[in-house]
């Protein structure tokens, strides 16, 4: 069974750092990978979707890559605001379940302050 | 686009009663919809996968008469939880899909259930 981990569980920065959130999957043969945002009591925001045949992709101040083989995926935030406060969510989608089977990661809490 | 709406937001029922949550696909079809459940701190877990005009497929450990789907047009799908117990307090969230298996799920924003 696919096992999704994120580290660290919560992360406090101070505005401008740059900083790498970590997943890892234990099971590499995956068709995609997602990152998420999901506000406190809020549905999920889907921020970057990498294909199993990706390396990376990037979108404003967010860049994600994907090591297959090792099961790992980083999401990199350049620049943080406090408007980046949120909760982050890998997940996985298993080749070979069923129709878009998405597996979670627990999350990372990240604040941003001032 | 690919607006997902959940309602109600939040509801709070006294044990034994039956809560029913409504997802809706705004803007486009929905051929597969998913329940997932979320505990505190806890990552998302998938309860089952409905195609619309067919039974939903549980996830194994969910009860498919204590959570009952009903995914009868390509816009709606609907989760029942019956006779709720306060076990059952979670947040729970929908998504839905227009089909292919590479197809991003689009998440509604999430019902919160208590149960007292």
């Known amino acids: 069974k696919q096992e999704v981990t994120q580290i660290p569980a919560a992360l406090s920065v101070p505005e401008g750092e740059n900083l790498v959130l970590n997943c890892s999957f234990t099971?590499?043969?995956?068709?995609?990978l997602q990152w998420f945002r999901q506000d406190p009591g809020k549905g999920l925001t889907s921020l970057l979707l990498i294909q199993s045949s990706q390396r990376e992709q990037t979108s404003g101040r967010l860049n994600a890559s994907l090591d297959k083989s090792s099961g790992r995926s980083t999401l990199y935030i350049a620049a943080s605001q406090p408007g980046d406060s949120a909760t982050y969510l890998c997940?996985?989608?298993?080749?070979?379940?069923?129709?878009?089977?998405?597996?979670f990661g627990r999350g990372t809490q990240l604040t941003v302050w001032p | 686009g690919a607006v997902v709406s959940q309602h109600p937001s939040r509801v709070i029922c006294k044990s034994g009663t039956s809560v029913k949550i409504e997802c809706r696909s705004l803007d486009f079809q929905a051929t597969t919809m998913f329940w997932y459940r979320q505990f505190p701190k806890q990552s998302l877990m998938l309860m089952a996968t409905?195609?619309?005009?067919?039974?939903?497929?549980?996830e194994q450990g969910v009860e498919k008469d204590k959570f009952l789907i009903n995914h009868a047009s390509l816009t709606l799908s609907t989760l029942t939880v019956t006779s709720a117990h306060p076990e059952d307090s979670s947040f729970y969230i929908c998504?839905?899909?227009?089909?292919?298996?590479?197809?991003?799920?689009?998440f509604g924003p999430g019902t919160r259930l208590t149960v007292l």
């Open positions: 409905s195609n619309e005009g067919s039974k939903a497929t549980y």
């Open positions: 998504s839905a899909s227009s089909g292919s298996f590479a197809d991003t799920q689009y």
């Open positions: 099971d590499s043969a995956i068709y995609n």
């Open positions: 997940a996985v989608s298993d080749r070979g379940s069923t129709l878009g089977r998405l597996y």
